[in-house]
């Protein structure tokens, strides 16, 4: 087999002497100025054509960092020549290939295709995408020329008299030249007019006459329908129809290019279709045009899809009455891996039904078998030939020309693979298998034989049609065998073994040494299989650089493992730490004459809101293993500097670059509702609300001040911490309520006792998912007297001030007739008054512990009202809300359940989201 061959232009190397002549042509490119990117670039574009499996090895050898300048140590260059002529006897496992897609996953991929899915294009379309320049002559030829108005004809005369003269066909179409009568030539051909004025001419005793075309006239014409830019259009005269159409842009992909309508005098003159010019060749719309004539493209009225084994796929136009065998023949008709036995057209059906027809291609009869009119939004689908190949052979696996041989009688292993020159090395020849097809139902069976004794006992292995035989690597039925090198190499990891490899040979294999290796001292994990364990020895590969055979080469056994080490595995690095505020704190490389300084920049520099003013040096003292002192030196920044460019660290120093106070902190305040100027404000450190009431233009006229909402989130995050844990806990003890036996009582009063208890498990349960408010009482009436007060706060970041329009309404919620919300007036100013204006406390309700709830978020119960004062007496205030509990038995069973309803209906009104839990 020759080194190089040809193809098409380019070069392909034989595999067998690729590594060679691919280094030979590296140095050559070099020599030639060529760099090696260049001659990669020259490789992928196929310039040069090399097999896909020594392309990946060949480009990983390239690009990696060996093969660079400066990248190779000292010591791998002392490797001798002994050592890399082994490197050729080495090999590393290699990638599997990928698969070309099979006839059958395009059959599987074909069968539930749709159109979109395939990227069919509109069939013929693209021509109109073309830049096209318009004739200055007539396209028909002179003799066919349909004369207009406004044409030149040039008349000469000779005999009687002698001359020339041009003569404008005028508007009305008529040629004028005296003494003959005005004749209408417009609509007749040149030929036909030039016959009849010479005939004319030379009816005069003694003249003769010759015509002939002078200049064309200029015609107007109209294009319309679904054109791309439809309009008026003036042209020369001999402008044709397929002119005209790429003179507005062509048809739109919603227009019919196989009825194109031309009107002529308000009739309809002509029909193109354009498929005999896209697909034919025929001068479908070479027809000449006249002065007003209309160009109409209308929509088109079917269209079909053709895809699969076709050689033309595409979305095509279909007229009333063709059929499949039409769109097939449209399409390029079917390629050779056709299946004319199996052409599927998918119909929609009167838009409610999906339909499918078969039509079948009969070869030996050239016609098609049940041939259909195809309609719109048809799939024409053809589909591939998976007949099997009745008379192949395939040979699959470790030799050099694997794929498909042509059966024949008698034919043998031998006959296809004559010797063992076929093979592909490492070929296991003691075990082949051949998957045979057997009548009637086709099931295959594996024949395995001894491949090495077809050539050493001159026997032989007959053949059977649709067999596949299948050659075997040994290591794909052997156990294989594997060196690990791990540690300091440029490629670590596995490498299949050979017999009598060396340490030496492994190294090279993974790569060769990093520049850093360590050379005294290297390990070899011997395995031994009789012991499931292994062993180390130890060499030095500074002996080893110098002499192959030597004893610190050593010999390498299945499974053994080679670790190279690293200097830094035998010395401890100098570091230094550097924490706060820098950009990439941590544990650096300590090098000689390191500053504070240098550690910073190694660190990226300052974080933002860094103090510049100094940092703090930890320098520790270590006596021994002991640690003796820690010495804390603060060094001073400056304007230049300072300290920090001068003071060389030491190991183990700890650097801290420490953060301005409250640097980033902000303080930003919501107010909403009645002032003058709503909006977020940024508040100074201390700041009081009274300050920012001020800056917000203060209260409007119809502020509510007594229903002022002040929130805070700080309040907000202790009151849901406190809500989980009480409501955590009265769940417990409800749970073990209901789980205790309630020993005294009726069944009634039991089934009762129960209902309560997951009442009040499903108020918590509202309770712990609700969100407090975190609101905060405030007292104001006016700014002037808030200002200053025990209520005037400083702010907080995140706090946020509410505050509504004038209320008069009083809501009554709980165990009431009627929850209602009032209007707070002065006949109904008490809350006994508000509660008879909800029909009254239910029998259900506890009146005795009635909550009030006034408009600032103070809390009122008939304990808190005060000795000469009923809880009914007391004036609510516009914007209250009176919240009436269920009441509980008043028996001792009840005792446990009442407790827990309070406590439940107390949380609920200290974090303010009783309106939740009353829902």
Same mark, same amino acid.
């Given at each position: ?8 232009g380019?070069?392909?190397m ?10 030979l ?9 060529? !760099? ?12 040069i054509?090399?097999p896909q499996?020594?392309?990946v090895q ?24 002994s050592l &890399? ?5 080495l ?18 991929q074909?069968?539930k295709?749709?159109?979109q ?15 096209v ?7 028909p030829?002179?003799?066919?020329y ?10 000469y005369?000779?005999g ?18 005296p003494?003959l ?6 609509g007749?051909?040149?030929?036909q007019?030039?016959?009849?004025i010479?005939a ?14 002078g200049q ?10 679904d054109v ?9 005269s001999?402008?044709t ?11 739109? %992909?919603?227009?019919?290019?196989r +009825?194109?309508?031309?009107?002529r ?11 005999q010019?896209?697909?034919?060749? &025929?001068d479908? /719309?070479?027809?000449? @045009?006249?002065?007003g004539d209309?160009i ?12 699969g ?7 095509y136009e279909?007229l009333?009455k063709?059929k499949? !065998? ?5 399409a ?9 036995e199996?052409?599927?057209v ?12 078969t ?23 053809? $589909?591939p030939?998976l +007949?099997?190949?009745?008379n ?5 696996? *470790?030799?050099?020309?694997?794929? #498909?041989?042509?059966?024949?009688p ?6 296809l693979?004559?010797?063992?020159s076929?093979? #592909?090395?490492e ?9 045979r097809?057997f ?5 295959y069976?594996?024949?395995? $034989?001894?491949l ?7 026997q032989?292995?007959v053949?059977?049609p649709?067999?596949t ?6 290591w794909?039925?052997?156990d ?6 791990a ?7 596995r ?18 040494f990093?520049?850093?290796?360590y @050379?005294?001292?290297a390990?070899?994990?011997?395995y ?8 180390i020895?130890?060499?030095d590969?500074?002996?080893?650089? &110098? *002499?192959?055979s030597?004893m610190?080469?050593?010999v ?5 493992k ?10 401890f ?11 990439v704190p941590?544990?650096?490389?300590l ?42 030196i603060?060094?001073?920044i ?6 920090? @460019?001068?003071?060389?660290? %030491?190991?183990g120093d ?5 953060r ?5 902190k ?19 450190k ?9 800056r917000?233009g203060? $209260?409007?006229?119809?502020?509510f ?5 002040f929130?805070r ?28 036996? +309630?020993?005294?009582?009726? +069944?009634?009063? &039991?089934?009762y ?16 998912? !609700?969100?407090p408010?975190g ?12 200002k200053g ?6 702010? %907080?970041?995140?706090?946020?001030? /509410?505050?509504?329009?004038n209320l ?10 009627a ?23 239910a029998?259900?309700?506890d009146e ?8 600032? /978020?103070?809390?009122?119960t ?9 809880? *009914?007496?007391i004036d609510?205030?516009?914007g209250?809300?009176?919240i ?5 038995p008043?028996k ?8 827990v309803?309070?406590?439940v209906?107390?949380?609920a009104v ?6 939740t839990?009353?829902?």
């Amino acid at each position: 087999m020759g080194v190089f061959k040809t193809q098409k232009g380019a070069i392909i190397m034989n595999r067998h002497v690729f590594l060679p002549t691919f280094l030979l042509f590296i140095l050559c490119s070099v020599v030639l100025g060529q !760099s090696k990117e260049q001659l990669l670039q020259k490789i992928k574009s196929g310039e040069i054509q090399i097999p896909q499996e020594l392309m990946v090895q060949g480009e990983a050898a390239l690009q990696s960092p060996g093969n660079g300048k400066n990248t190779s140590s000292s010591q791998s260059s002392e490797l001798s020549d002994s050592l &890399k002529s082994r490197r050729d006897s080495l090999s590393v496992v290699p990638d599997t290939m990928p698969t070309l897609l099979s006839l059958d996953s395009l059959y599987k991929q074909l069968v539930k295709a749709t159109p979109q899915e395939l990227r069919l294009k509109e069939f013929g379309f693209s021509v109109f995408k073309q830049m096209v320049v318009m004739p200055a002559t007539p396209t028909p030829s002179v003799e066919d020329y349909i004369l207009n108005p406004g044409d030149e004809l040039i008349v000469y005369t000779w005999g009687r008299e002698t001359g020339s003269r041009s003569i404008y066909i005028d508007k009305d179409g008529f040629f004028n030249y005296p003494p003959l009568a005005p004749k209408r030539v417009t609509g007749l051909s040149f030929q036909q007019a030039r016959d009849e004025i010479v005939a004319a001419l030379q009816s005069i005793s003694g003249l003769q006459a010759k015509v002939s075309m002078g200049q064309l006239g200029a015609i107007r014409i109209m294009i319309l329908g679904d054109v791309e830019r439809p309009g008026s259009y003036v042209v020369t005269s001999g402008t044709t129809l397929l002119n005209a159409l790429f003179l507005c842009g062509g048809i739109k %992909e919603i227009g019919s290019l196989r +009825a194109i309508e031309l009107k002529r005098y308000g009739k309809t003159h002509r029909k193109a279709d354009l498929y005999q010019l896209l697909i034919q060749g &025929k001068d479908a /719309g070479e027809i000449q @045009l006249v002065s007003g004539d209309i160009i109409f493209v209308p929509v088109v009225q079917k269209k079909v899809a053709v895809a699969g084994f076709v050689r033309r796929p595409a979305i095509y136009e279909a007229l009333a009455k063709e059929k499949v !065998s039409d769109l097939i023949e449209y399409a390029g008709g079917m390629n050779a891996m056709a299946n004319g036995e199996r052409i599927v057209v998918e119909r929609i059906k009167e838009n409610n039904e999906r339909i499918v027809l078969t039509v079948s291609y009969q070869s030996q009869k050239r016609k098609f078998v049940n041939d259909v009119t195809v309609e719109d939004g048809d799939f024409v689908k053809v $589909f591939p030939l998976l +007949a099997p190949e009745n008379n192949s052979i395939v040979i699959v696996g *470790n030799v050099l020309a694997p794929g #498909k041989y042509q059966y024949k009688p008698d034919l043998t292993v031998k006959d296809l693979l004559p010797d063992l020159s076929s093979y #592909k090395p490492e070929t296991f020849l003691d075990y082949a298998v051949t998957k045979r097809v057997f009548a009637p139902d086709n099931h295959y069976e594996y024949i395995p $034989f001894a491949l090495g004794l077809l050539y050493s006992d001159n026997q032989n292995f007959v053949l059977a049609p649709r067999d596949t035989l299948f050659i075997f690597n040994r290591w794909e039925l052997l156990d294989t065998t594997f060196i690990e090198v791990a540690g300091n190499v440029r490629l670590p990891g596995r490498i299949k073994y050979t017999p009598n490899m060396r340490l030496s040979d492994a190294v090279i294999a993974a790569g060769g040494f990093k520049e850093d290796t360590y @050379l005294p001292e290297a390990h070899v994990l011997k395995y031994a299989p009789e012991w499931q364990q292994s062993h180390i020895q130890k060499s030095d590969l500074n002996v080893v650089l &110098k *002499n192959y055979s030597s004893m610190d080469n050593i010999v390498l056994g299945q499974n053994d493992k080679v670790i190279i080490f690293s200097k830094w595995n035998f010395q401890f690095a100098d570091s230094v730490t550097i924490f706060g505020e820098v950009k990439v704190p941590g544990k650096y490389k300590l090098v000689q004459g390191m500053t504070v300084s240098d550690l910073v920049k190694h660190a990226g520099g300052y974080a933002e809101g860094t103090y510049t003013l100094s940092v703090e040096v930890v320098h520790s003292k270590v006596i021994g293993d002991s640690l003796a002192k820690e010495q804390i030196i603060k060094l001073e920044i400056g304007k230049d500097g300072g300290q920090i @460019l001068i003071y060389q660290l %030491e190991n183990g120093d700890e650097v801290f670059v420490r953060r301005i106070i409250d640097f980033g902190k902000t303080i930003s305040v919501n107010l909403t509702g009645q002032f003058r100027y709503p909006g977020i404000y940024r508040a100074e450190k201390g700041e009081k609300l009274s300050s920012l009431f001020e800056r917000a233009g203060g $209260f409007k006229e119809n502020a509510f001040l007594p229903g002022i909402f002040f929130t805070r989130v700080r309040v907000r995050e202790r009151q849901q911490e406190h809500l989980k844990t009480v409501a955590g806990k009265l769940q417990q003890q409800l749970e073990q309520m209901l789980s205790q036996e +309630a020993a005294g009582i009726s +069944a009634d009063d &039991k089934a009762y006792r129960d209902m309560l208890i997951r009442q009040r498990m499903d108020m918590l349960e509202n309770l712990k998912s !609700s969100f407090p408010l975190g609101r905060v009482v405030l007292n104001i009436s006016d700014l002037a007297s808030f200002k200053g007060s025990e209520w005037d706060v400083e702010v %907080e970041n995140r706090d946020s001030v /509410g505050v509504s329009e004038n209320l008069n309404t009083i809501s009554i919620l709980g165990e009431v007739f009627a929850p209602v919300t009032v209007v707070y007036t002065k006949k109904r100013n008490t809350v006994g008054e508000c509660l008879d204006a909800a029909g009254g406390v239910a029998e259900t309700g506890d009146e005795d512990n009635t909550y009030l709830i006034k408009a600032d /978020g103070t809390v009122v119960t008939s304990k808190t009202c005060g000795i000469f004062t009923k809880f *009914n007496w007391i004036d609510p205030g516009p914007g209250a809300t009176i919240i009436i509990p269920p009441l509980v038995p008043k028996k001792s069973i009840w005792t446990d359940i009442e407790q827990v309803t309070r406590i439940v209906y107390q949380l609920a009104v200290t974090t303010g989201v009783v309106f939740t839990v009353l829902k």
